[in-house]
């Protein structure tokens, strides 16, 4: 029971600023309650694996300002003057669905004014680039979309646009790219994307066997779940056991399993139970292929994205981990 108080405690502490002001700050009693949904002799060792990724994967608000204080400076970006180069910098305000950009934009606006005197505001009159600013890249739909339409419809004919996120999963900013590219194909403009980001996650189906995210190994030997599965139609893609991913979010090949069979089966009842959820709300999280789902383990201060398993987000009546504020 010591080293379950434990991990209850500090899984609590690493979250502490979890949608903070908008609902209670999580306790030990919080977790306790989440993980208590789980099979008695798979809990400790949910808990143990979670303490281990979200040490790694999750975002607290310090975190984020000190990402973005540190780009305002980043010589690679900025070059030896930061304040003429942000000067000549549009921050793009895209986002018709959520918050992050603007939050985020705050942030930066804040951390511009103490480095170099100047708000976002007081900037790009006479624009050499322009910044959309976000979270993370997932599917890649977002920024795709956002960026797409904004090169049609109001886009200079040549530009540098920078997108600046915390991470982006490596599939999703392949397909982004490929609709940005397109989109400017099609209207005759010419523009160039640089991307900065503090990490990027693989879940390329080429490397499967070294992906960051949730992708089991097997399916369980569980009736519901091999129900869902053979509705999806199509043969799961399965991960060669053997590694945990080069960002080493998980602990172990075997700690990663756990978690893939454990919110595998556990989504799956989410599913039954929940009765909101849609049909791309798969159990390892949001995603419009016909696979178990996205996988994703990163969570930020502000809320727990979609992508991720439905046993972290998921509500009424399944507890969550992580309440989830919806678009």
Same mark, same amino acid.
């Given at each position: 029971m010591v080293e379950r108080d434990r991990l209850l405690q500090s899984i609590a502490t690493i979250v502490a600023d979890y949608r903070a002001g908008e609902i209670p700050a999580p306790t030990a009693a919080h977790v306790d309650h989440w993980v208590g949904q789980f099979p008695q002799e798979a809990q400790q060792p949910i808990l143990a694996e979670m303490e281990h990724i979200l040490s790694?994967?999750?975002? &607290? $608000?310090?975190?984020?300002?000190q990402f973005l204080a540190n780009l305002v400076i980043n010589k690679d970006l900025v070059g030896d003057d930061p304040r003429t180069f942000w000067q000549g910098v549009s921050f793009l305000r895209l986002q018709t669905v959520g918050n992050s950009q603007r939050d985020f934009l705050s942030i930066f606006s804040d951390a511009l004014f103490s480095t170099c005197g100047l708000r976002i505001e007081d900037c790009g009159a006479n624009p050499h680039s322009y910044l959309y600013l976000d979270d993370f890249v997932f599917s890649g739909g977002r920024v795709g979309s956002?960026? =797409?339409?904004?090169?049609?419809?109001?886009?200079?004919?040549?530009a540098r646009v920078i997108v600046m996120v915390?991470?982006?999963?490596r599939l999703g900013q392949w397909?982004?790219?490929?609709? /940005? $590219?397109?989109?400017?194909? =099609?209207? #005759?403009?010419?523009?160039?994307v640089d991307w900065w980001r503090a990490f990027e996650i693989e879940d390329r189906k080429a490397y499967m066997k070294d992906s960051d995210v949730l992708r089991p190994t097997h399916?369980?030997?569980?009736?519901?779940?091999?129900?869902?599965?053979?509705?999806?139609?199509?043969?799961? /893609?399965?991960? /060669?056991?053997?590694? !945990? #991913?080069?960002? #080493?979010?998980? =602990? &172990?090949?075997?700690? $990663?399993?756990?978690l893939e069979q454990e919110f595998l089966t556990g989504g799956v009842k989410v599913r039954t139970i929940c009765p909101n959820l849609g049909i791309y709300q798969r159990p390892l999280g949001n995603?419009?292929?016909?696979?178990?789902?996205?996988? &994703?383990? !990163? !969570?930020?201060y502000r809320n727990c994205p979609n992508n991720a398993p439905l046993v972290l987000w998921a509500g009424n009546p399944w507890y969550p981990l992580f309440p989830r504020k919806t678009n």
């Open positions: 790694r994967s999750y975002f &607290s $608000k310090e975190f984020v300002r956002d960026l =797409s339409d904004w090169i049609k419809q109001s886009a200079p004919h040549r915390i991470a982006y999963h397909f982004a790219g490929k609709d /940005i $590219k397109a989109a400017a194909t =099609s209207v #005759g403009k010419s523009i160039d399916i369980p030997i569980d009736e519901p779940t091999q129900a869902y599965v053979n509705s999806l139609g199509q043969d799961p /893609i399965l991960r /060669i056991p053997g590694q !945990v #991913g080069a960002l #080493g979010l998980f =602990s &172990s090949d075997e700690g $990663k399993i756990l995603i419009l292929l016909r696979i178990v789902g996205f996988g &994703s383990m !990163v !969570v930020t």
